[in-house]
Structure formats: structure tokens, C-alpha cells
């Protein structure tokens, strides 16, 4: 493998599922390269073909056709030991963590050593090292009904990563987890990827998830990536239908629901106007809200907000209200959208 080279290349690859009488096409000439260290997810909704493509990718499933290149090396027609040695190099975890109830913590991060024949000085060396690593030494002599889910999902990291793995796959990794242990989880990611230099896959449902680790997404749809990229322009410039329904769970208006039911689309003279404001990468850096109250002088009422940031990009909404006047009101719409903020009228409303 040249330094140039893809850590992972997927190249046209198809499967179809015979069923008695149907076949169901799941992945559709799905192509997308990996670069080494990289952290990359794969979203779409469920049925997507998510899971069958990261089995493709690890030879749990074989393509119908198309070629998966690994280190440079086509991994769709190895065999036997050349399959074993390449194998190795992939690690996968899985939603539900799989670890064996009989065994301590240590023994199920022993397990593909033990398939390995390694012997046990070596065995223990890398055992501690990456139980180390993943912040469960403590833990090693525990079994799986005395751990939470979150160092079950560890435990599954560490045996995924202890033959020195280079590429980890995660499907659905988080999607048992509570939200407080996803983070911990995914900031462990994080580390496993810069100490260790290691490629990570995942695929998910959750927006979120991408948001908070990749760098780079492909959106599946039907066995298709209908959409690849960089995680900030995919996100702030959204151009297929499917990758704008998943980024809606990001900007979720959260409107009360007794607003929601007061708001209508006709104003009158002291009803105030609600606008939803949303702002990307071109929105300028200058404090837009406030200039806006100083040069209308309005107060303006903020109703709900979700402003979040991708690297040093931020988007997000706001969903605020303000006095309505026929002339202000339109002044202000031109003034936010000359400063690139996108603008929409969400109804008018007025307050008892
Ligand atoms: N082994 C299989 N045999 C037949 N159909 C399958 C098999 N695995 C998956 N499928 C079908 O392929 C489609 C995609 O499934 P999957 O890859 O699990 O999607 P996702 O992970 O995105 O939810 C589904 O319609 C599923 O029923
Ligand atoms: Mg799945």
C-alpha cells in the first residue's frame, strides 16, 4: 500500500437477495474510497442496505459483483489463509456487543488470540495494552452481567482492535446506548483513532453520531449513495431529498406545540411575526441579532434556537419573534438575507 493509496476502496460493488419469488436488489454500484486514519459514516434509513454493505466489507457477505480493495489489495476473491491474514486487520462491533457471558472481560478480549495460537506472554502484553487503552483494566476480571452497556461496548472495541487492527467497523455501535454513554463512547473513537492511527467505518441512523466523529459521510438510500462528501458541506449544502429528512432531526424546530397551535399565517398590526432563521457556512460572523435590534430597534422574543457547529463552521436555526410592522418587517427580512441568513415565515402570532 502506497502512501497515496486508499486505505479502503469499494468499487462498483452490487448484491441482490433471492427471495422464493422476488429478488431484492440491496446495494445498487455502491463506490467510495476510505483514506487511512480517516473516520468516515455511512447514514441512511433503516432497510437502507447499511449493515449488508460493512458485511461486505469485512467478507461476512460476498458482493455479486464489484471489487473491494483493502491495503491496496482486492479482498473479494481471497481465500482461506490469505482471507484469515486480511481479516485480522478488520475489526468489527456490532449494536449488540456479542461478548460471551462465561468469560471474564480479559478472556473475551483473548478470544481471537486464542484462535491465533498466540502465545500467552504475547497474548497478555496486548490484552492490557488495549484494555488500557480503553479504560477498562480495572475491569478485566469481571464478567459481562456485572458491566453497564457502555464497557460492554468497550470490551467489544478492545477484542475488535487486539490483533492489531488497522480498519474498525461499527454498525449501529450506539443505538443501545443512552446518550450521555454514545458520547463517551464516541470520544473513545476519537482517541482509538489518533493514538493508534486506526481507519474507522460506522454506519448509523443517527445524524448525530456523523456530526459528532466523521470527517467524511456517504448517504445510502436504497443500496445507493446518493450523496458523499466532506461532513460540513454535505450538511450545510444538503442536495438530495433523503440527506435533508436526516438533517431535519438535527434542526428540529421544537416548537412548543401550544405556540405551533397559535400561530397563523395572516398578521395584523400588533401581532408579532415568527421567523425561523437559518444559518450556514456563509452567514457572516458579525453579530446579526444584535445589529438587528439596534438599527430597528425591536426586541426581539427567541423562541427556540438549535445552533451547533461543525468544525469552524456553524449552522443551525433560530426561530424568533418580533412586533410586526408591514415596513420593518420587511426591512429586516432583507437585512438578514443580505447577510446570508436564510429566512422563513413561520406565521404570525399574538401574544394575550
Ligand atoms: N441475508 C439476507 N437475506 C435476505 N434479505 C436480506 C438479508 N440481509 C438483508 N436483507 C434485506 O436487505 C435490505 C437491507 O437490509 P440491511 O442491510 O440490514 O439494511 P440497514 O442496515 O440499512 O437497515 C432489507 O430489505 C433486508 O430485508
Ligand atoms: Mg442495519
Same mark, same amino acid.
Given at each position: 500500500?502506497? =502512501?497515496?493509496e486508499?486505505?479502503?476502496?469499494?468499487?462498483?460493488?452490487?448484491?441482490?437477495f433471492q427471495?422464493?419469488?422476488?429478488? @431484492?436488489?440491496?446495494l445498487?454500484n455502491?463506490?467510495?474510497?476510505?483514506?487511512?486514519?480517516?473516520?468516515?459514516?455511512?447514514?441512511?434509513?433503516?432497510?437502507?442496505?447499511k449493515?449488508?454493505?460493512? =458485511?461486505?466489507?469485512?467478507?461476512l457477505?460476498?458482493?455479486?459483483?464489484?471489487?473491494?480493495y483493502f491495503?491496496?489489495?482486492?479482498?473479494?476473491?481471497?481465500?482461506?489463509?490469505?482471507?484469515?491474514?486480511?481479516?485480522?486487520k478488520i475489526?468489527v462491533?456490532?449494536?449488540?456487543?456479542?461478548?460471551?457471558?462465561s468469560?471474564t472481560?480479559?478472556?473475551?478480549?483473548?478470544?481471537? &488470540?486464542?484462535?491465533?495460537?498466540?502465545?500467552?506472554?504475547?497474548?497478555?502484553e496486548?490484552?492490557?495494552?488495549?484494555?488500557?487503552?480503553?479504560?477498562?483494566?480495572?475491569?478485566k476480571?469481571?464478567?459481562?452481567?456485572?458491566?453497564?452497556g457502555?464497557?460492554c461496548? =468497550?470490551?467489544a472495541?478492545?477484542?475488535?482492535?487486539v490483533v492489531?487492527?488497522?480498519?474498525l467497523?461499527?454498525?449501529?455501535?450506539t443505538s443501545?446506548?443512552d446518550?450521555h454513554?454514545t458520547?463517551?463512547?464516541?470520544?473513545?473513537?476519537?482517541?482509538?483513532?489518533?493514538?493508534l492511527?486506526?481507519t474507522?467505518?460506522?454506519?448509523?441512523?443517527?445524524?448525530?453520531?456523523?456530526?459528532?466523529?466523521?470527517?467524511?459521510?456517504c448517504?445510502l438510500?436504497?443500496g445507493?449513495?446518493?450523496?458523499?462528501?466532506?461532513? @460540513?458541506k454535505?450538511?450545510?449544502?444538503?442536495?438530495?431529498q433523503?440527506?435533508?429528512? &436526516?438533517?431535519?432531526?438535527?434542526?428540529?424546530?421544537?416548537?412548543?406545540d401550544?405556540?405551533?397551535h397559535?400561530?397563523h399565517?395572516?398578521?395584523?398590526?400588533?401581532?408579532?411575526?415568527?421567523?425561523?432563521?437559518?444559518?450556514n457556512?456563509?452567514?457572516?460572523?458579525?453579530?446579526?441579532?444584535?445589529?438587528?435590534?439596534?438599527?430597528?430597534?425591536?426586541p426581539?422574543?427567541?423562541?427556540?434556537?438549535?445552533l451547533d457547529?461543525?468544525?469552524? @463552521?456553524t449552522?443551525?436555526?433560530l426561530?424568533?419573534?418580533?412586533?410586526?410592522?408591514?415596513?420593518?418587517s420587511?426591512?429586516?427580512?432583507?437585512?438578514?438575507? @443580505?447577510?446570508?441568513?436564510?429566512?422563513?415565515?413561520?406565521?404570525?402570532?399574538?401574544?394575550?
Amino acid at each position: 500500500m502506497t =502512501r497515496s493509496e486508499p486505505h479502503l476502496k469499494v468499487d462498483g460493488i452490487y448484491k441482490t437477495f433471492q427471495q422464493t419469488t422476488t429478488a @431484492e436488489k440491496v446495494l445498487d454500484n455502491v463506490t467510495f474510497e476510505v483514506a487511512k486514519g480517516s473516520i468516515v459514516g455511512i447514514i441512511g434509513k433503516s432497510g437502507a442496505g447499511k449493515s449488508t454493505l460493512l =458485511r461486505c466489507l469485512n467478507g461476512l457477505e460476498k458482493p455479486d459483483s464489484g471489487k473491494i480493495y483493502f491495503e491496496g489489495k482486492d479482498i473479494t476473491c481471497l481465500k482461506g489463509n490469505e482471507f484469515r491474514v486480511i481479516r485480522q486487520k478488520i475489526g468489527v462491533v456490532f449494536q449488540s456487543f456479542n461478548l460471551l457471558n462465561s468469560r471474564t472481560v480479559y478472556k473475551n478480549v483473548a478470544l481471537p &488470540l486464542e484462535l491465533l495460537k498466540m502465545p500467552e506472554d504475547v497474548q497478555k502484553e496486548k490484552i492490557e495494552k488495549i484494555l488500557k487503552l480503553v479504560g477498562l483494566f480495572e475491569k478485566k476480571d469481571s464478567y459481562p452481567s456485572q458491566l453497564s452497556g457502555g464497557q460492554c461496548q =468497550r470490551v467489544a472495541i478492545a477484542r475488535a482492535l487486539v490483533v492489531d487492527a488497522t480498519l474498525l467497523l461499527c454498525d449501529e455501535f450506539t443505538s443501545a446506548l443512552d446518550p450521555h454513554t454514545t458520547v463517551e463512547i464516541l470520544e473513545l473513537l476519537q482517541k482509538l483513532n489518533k493514538t493508534l492511527g486506526i481507519t474507522i467505518i460506522f454506519v448509523t441512523h443517527d445524524i448525530n453520531v456523523v456530526k459528532e466523529i466523521a470527517q467524511k459521510v456517504c448517504v445510502l438510500d436504497k443500496g445507493q449513495i446518493v450523496e458523499k462528501g466532506p461532513v @460540513e458541506k454535505i450538511f450545510i449544502n444538503p442536495s438530495h431529498q433523503i440527506t435533508k429528512e &436526516l438533517l431535519s432531526e438535527l434542526l428540529k424546530d421544537n416548537l412548543p406545540d401550544f405556540i405551533q397551535h397559535q400561530l397563523h399565517p395572516q398578521g395584523q398590526e400588533n401581532d408579532d411575526l415568527v421567523l425561523k432563521l437559518i444559518f450556514n457556512s456563509q452567514t457572516s460572523t458579525r453579530p446579526i441579532i444584535a445589529e438587528l435590534i439596534q438599527l430597528w430597534k425591536v426586541p426581539i422574543n427567541i423562541m427556540s434556537g438549535n445552533l451547533d457547529h461543525i468544525g469552524r @463552521e456553524t449552522f443551525g436555526h433560530l426561530v424568533i419573534s418580533l412586533k410586526h410592522n408591514l415596513e420593518s418587517s420587511d426591512q429586516i427580512i432583507a437585512f438578514l438575507k @443580505e447577510n446570508h441568513v436564510d429566512v422563513h415565515q413561520l406565521g404570525y402570532i399574538k401574544w394575550a
